[in-house]
């Protein structure tokens, strides 16, 4: 009788570990650059069909203080996402993050499309997983 018990434990507990792996996936990383700015954004999903965005932008131009406030919209193939009337601090760089529900995870193969306005100025950068 022990042993049948032993048996179904290890079963189990071999069963709870597969069903934890599928839960801890790597969050994606995508970047890119472009003539004034780069770019990175990390996608970290659940099993809920909720993401977790984050983005690093850094402005690559020589006039910082001509930026002032500034847009973003990121276009991806489960949404979109942006913000608006946003700043650079001293470096140069901003970063943000959002939670999404989403109808579908982002894949590693996707593109996400980067859209940025600035001081009558604009620029789009394809972003890819590296």
């Known amino acids: 009788m022990k042993k049948w018990y032993v048996a179904l434990i290890s079963v189990l507990l071999f069963i709870s570990l597969i069903?934890?792996?599928g839960k801890n996936e790597k969050p994606l990383t995508f970047s890119g650059k472009g003539d004034q700015w780069s770019a990175k954004v990390t996608v970290d999903s659940n099993e809920d069909k909720k993401e977790n965005k984050s983005i690093k932008l850094n402005y690559l131009?020589?006039?910082?203080?001509?930026?002032?406030?500034f847009e973003f919209k990121l276009d991806?193939?489960?949404?979109?996402w942006g913000m608006g009337?946003?700043?650079?601090?001293?470096?140069?760089?901003?970063?943000?993050?959002?939670?999404?529900?989403?109808?579908?995870?982002?894949s590693k193969s996707?593109?996400?499309?980067?859209h940025i306005?600035?001081?009558?100025?604009?620029?789009?950068?394809?972003?890819?997983n590296k």
């Not at 996707?110 to 980067?114: A, S, T």
């Not at 306005?117 to 890819?128: G, K, R």
Request: charged share 30%.
């Open 76 to 80: 991806a193939p489960n949404g979109q």
């Open 85 to 106: 009337a946003i700043k650079l601090d001293k470096e140069g760089n901003f970063e943000g993050e959002s939670d999404m529900n989403t109808s579908e995870k982002t």
């Open 117 to 128: 306005e600035w001081n009558n100025q604009s620029e789009e950068i394809v972003l890819e």
């Open 61 to 69: 131009g020589n006039d910082l203080d001509s930026v002032g406030e």
């Open 19 to 21: 069903g934890c792996q």
């Open 110 to 114: 996707d593109q996400l499309v980067l």
